[in-house]
């Protein structure tokens, strides 16, 4: 399936945020996230494993998209591409990765936490942004400040989102989609539990559909 950066945040109103420590785990758990209704996915570049987790979701879960986050470097930028990442995510902005996102034919989310970063990605064409830590960063009142001067810019939360506020933060007019690490927790992946990460996606969904679209910002 062919993106762009312009429908990459309506795909999905959840990004799951996976850290894969085996290789092994990433095929069942990409089709875990499948069955529950998720065939997107974000895959951070943690562990020395994460790289070919990407490489064998891409080649084996038809269906599913995959990209690299945690992106941090050009390095990891380019061997993210290698790897066959078919998005990248960053948790910050430079001006050297927003060059390489612009220059680059795939989409890229960067990350922000305030007004400025927002305004260095405008200076590059960028107009989705990761709003990176969400609760630590101020949460839904930032978003709410920040949709003031910046009507224009989606944002897709990451970092304290789980079942107890997802569907506040969906509510808001400038979020698309949220980002989480609650569906694929480390333990349920070394058990294998696969049916509970296709549960835990039902719900998450379940609860994303509460979700009511609020009023306009109230900050300038």
Known sequence: MQINSQNLLEMTS??????????????PLAEALKQGGIAILEVVLRTPDSLAA????????PGVIVGAGTVTSLDKFHAA???????IVTPGLTPTLAQAGADSSLPVLPGISRASDIMLGLEYGY????????????????LKALAGPFGDVVFCPTGGIGLHNIADYLGLPSV??????????PDLQKRGDWQAITQRTKQALAAAGAATKGDTPDAD
């Open 176 to 185: 698309a989609c949220v980002g989480g690490s609650w569906l694929t927790p």
């Open 14 to 27: 959840i990004m799951p945020v996976v850290e894969i420590a085996d290789a092994d785990c990433a095929v």
């Open 81 to 87: 591409v290698d790897a066959g990442s078919e998005f």
């Open 127 to 142: 107009r989705d942004f990761k709003f990176f830590p969400a609760e630590a960063s101020g949460g839904i009142p930032a």
């Open 54 to 61: 990407i490489s064998r979701i891409r080649k084996e879960v």
